[in-house]
């Protein structure tokens, strides 16, 4: 497809199981972020993963969350033993590479409900 | 304090009608200024990317950058009510970081 694609689209899940989010970003771009969306709040950064480089997880809210990108294409957002404050849309953006200089496109985001 | 400040709104306006959407910042080194536009249960979809101050023009869509001010706005002319969205601003520091930091989104609806 053209653009980032992300699955599934709705997730529910009870509280303390483990759930896995998948992107698939637009052809070609390089660099790949994560965000975290909450009623009411802004868009939070999570991770970020730029080509073959150590990606920037600083934005990650606990040891509870770990994301991986494999041969620098499709990423996997992990959740372990999810709470109720997981509760989020999880959107993922891509863009041509790194840095501010190349906007970020978005996916439509996994919805997220924690029981 | 956040770095980004939106009003949430709703703001409700006519057909037709000149919409004014509005952020503060308060980090000065901000030099990248994004506008999104996002509907219900779908992405942010990019409308415009600016750097620096100034006035960028798309369609009906006019980014203004003050920096001296750190108040940026989007304006929308001749408003639809296809336009009935969420507006995002995001806005990030120079070349080599990668963080965009959002408003809250304010909620526009456009009445028929």
């Known amino acids: 497809g053209a653009g980032v694609s992300q699955s599934p689209s709705n997730k529910v899940t009870e509280k303390g199981k483990d759930v896995e989010l998948r992107c698939d970003p637009i052809?070609?771009?390089?660099?790949l972020y994560w965000y975290r969306q909450s009623l009411g709040q802004g868009l939070e950064f999570l991770i970020y993963?730029?080509?073959?480089?150590?990606?920037?997880k600083s934005g990650l809210p606990s040891d509870r969350f770990s994301a991986e990108r494999t041969g620098g294409s499709v990423s996997t957002l992990t959740i372990q033993r999810t709470q109720q404050e997981d509760s989020a849309v999880y959107l993922c953006?891509?863009?041509?590479?790194?840095?501010?200089?190349?906007?970020?496109?978005f996916g439509d985001g996994t919805r997220l409900s924690i029981l | 304090q956040k770095e980004v400040e939106q009003d949430p709104g709703p703001l409700s306006v006519p057909e037709g009608a000149i919409v004014s959407l509005n952020c503060t910042y308060s980090?000065?080194?901000?030099?990248?200024f994004m506008w999104y536009r996002q509907y219900s249960r779908k992405g942010p979809e990019l409308l415009m990317y600016?750097?620096?101050?100034g006035n960028k023009e798309d369609g009906r869509f006019t980014a203004q950058v003050d920096k001296s001010s750190k108040y940026i706005s989007l304006f929308i002319r001749d408003s639809q009510p296809s336009d009935s969205a969420t507006y995002l601003c995001?806005?990030?520091?120079?070349?080599?970081?990668?963080?965009?930091?959002f408003g809250t989104g304010t909620r526009l609806k456009v009445l028929a």
């Open positions: 953006a891509s863009s041509l590479k790194g840095g501010t200089e190349q906007p970020q496109h």
């Open positions: 600016t750097y620096s101050s």
């Open positions: 993963f730029q080509g073959n480089s150590a990606p920037d």
């Open positions: 052809s070609g771009h390089t660099a």
């Open positions: 995001a806005m990030a520091t120079t070349s080599g970081t990668y963080k965009y930091i």
């Open positions: 980090n000065s080194a901000f030099q990248y």
